[in-house]
C-alpha cells in the first residue's frame, strides 16, 4: 500500500535558510554548513509556501559505522559512482517541501489558525477553539527483501504512481504494529506471500517528500507467491536480472542497488542507512534524480 507524494513544478515558491539541524541520530554527529541558494521551483502533493534549504555534514559516528560520501549515480554505475553530467554532488542543498495547511482541527472540526506554539520554532496549524496543535510527521514506509533460492521478490504495481512498474513489496505502517510486522504484512498482501523477517537491511530517507524506508532481509516460510490486490504480477528475480530501468521509486533503486553490491563484495548481512535528495522538481519517476549522502554502513 505503498502511494508516493507526487513532486511537481511551481512558481509561488520562496527561499529561505534553515536553522542549524541539532542531530540526525544519536550515534552521528552533524554540523551545518553556510551556503548561497540559487532558486528553484517545487512543491509537494498540493502544498505551496516556502522552502527550506538544508545540508548536512556527518562527523564521526559510531564505531559501529564507516561513513561515505557520495553522488547520484545511472542504473549502470555503483552505488558509490558518480554519474553522467546532470548529477549534482553530495553538497547539493536539499530542498523540503512545506506541508500543506491543516483547515480544521481533526479533533473538534473548529478553524485553525497558522502560528508559531509556544516552546517551539516552526509555524503550525493550532485550533481556534481547543488550542490543539496539528502535527504533521514524516510517513514510515516498511517493506521486505524476500530472498528465495538465490532470487529476489519483486511486484509490479496496479496503482499510481509507479503503475506497471516493479519495486519491494512495501507499504505505509499502520499504526499498532512494528516496523517488521508491518513489512511482514505488506509482502502478504502484495505478493500473498508468508515471510520470516531475519534482519534489518537498510534505513533511507528522503527528507524532500518526507518519507522514511525501512527494509527488513527475509525468507519465505512456503514457496508460494500470487499477486495481491494492489499488484499486476509478482515474481522471483536473480540478483543479475532485476530490472533496474523499470523500478518504481529511488528507493527501490538504492535498496536493490546495495544489495546487489553486497553480494559481490560477498558482505550479506551489512545494515546500511543514507539520506536519498531529490532533485527540485523531479516526480516520483524519475527514479535517478537524487543524490545520496551520509551513507553509513555497519
Known amino acids: 500500500m505503498l502511494r508516493a507524494f507526487q513532486l511537481v513544478d511551481s512558481s509561488s515558491i520562496q527561499l529561505q535558510r534553515w536553522k542549524p539541524l541539532t542531530s540526525l541520530l544519536s550515534s552521528i554527529s552533524i554540523t551545518n554548513r553556510s ?16 522552502i527550506l534549504f538544508s545540508q548536512i555534514s556527518s562527523g564521526r559516528g559510531n564505531s559501529l559505522f564507516r561513513s561515505f560520501r557520495i553522488s547520484s549515480i ?36 473548529a478553524a485553525t489558525k497558522q502560528a508559531i506554539p509556544d516552546g517551539d520554532d516552526k509555524i503550525r496549524s493550532i485550533c481556534t477553539a481547543c488550542d490543539k496543535v496539528a502535527y504533521q510527521n514524516p510517513k514510515m514506509v516498511v517493506g521486505c527483501l524476500v530472498e528465495h533460492d538465490n532470487m529476489i521478490l519483486l511486484c509490479k504495481r496496479k496503482i499510481q504512481p509507479g503503475y506497471g ?24 498482501e502484495e505478493a500473498c506471500a508468508e515471510v520470516k523477517i531475519l534482519s534489518p537491511f537498510a534505513h533511507l530517507d ?63 548481512t551489512k545494515f546500511h542507512y543514507c539520506t536519498i535528495n531529490k532533485r527540485p522538481g523531479s516526480s516520483a519517476s524519475d527514479i535517478h534524480a537524487y543524490t545520496l549522502v551520509d551513507h553509513f554502513r555497519s
Request: aromatic share 12%; net charge negative.
Open 165 to 188: 512498474l516493479w519495486c519491494l513489496p512495501s507499504g505505509y505502517m499502520e499504526m499498532g504494529e512494528s516496523a517488521a510486522d508491518g513489512a511482514a504484512r505488506e509482502t502478504l
Open 206 to 268: 528522503i527528507p524532500y517528500i518526507g518519507n522514511s524506508y525501512m527494509f527488513f532481509r527475509a525468507k519465505m516460510t512456503s514457496s508460494e507467491i500470487s499477486p495481491g490486490p494492489e499488484s499486476l504480477d509478482c515474481r522471483f528475480f536473480p540478483p543479475s536480472d532485476i530490472p533496474f530501468d523499470s523500478l518504481a521509486f529511488s528507493s527501490m533503486f538504492v535498496a536493490l542497488k546495495l544489495y546487489v553490491e553486497d553480494l559481490k563484495a560477498g558482505q550479506t
Open 35 to 50: 551556503f548561497s541558494s540559487s532558486s528553484y521551483s517545487c512543491c509537494c502533493s498540493s502544498s505551496r509556501g516556502s
Open 74 to 109: 545511472s542504473s549502470q554505475s555503483s552505488v558509490d559512482d558518480v554519474s553522467s553530467s546532470k548529477s549534482f554532488s553530495s553538497t547539493t542543498l536539499q530542498p523540503t517541501a512545506e506541508l500543506p495547511k491543516v483547515g480544521f482541527c481533526q479533533w473538534c472540526g
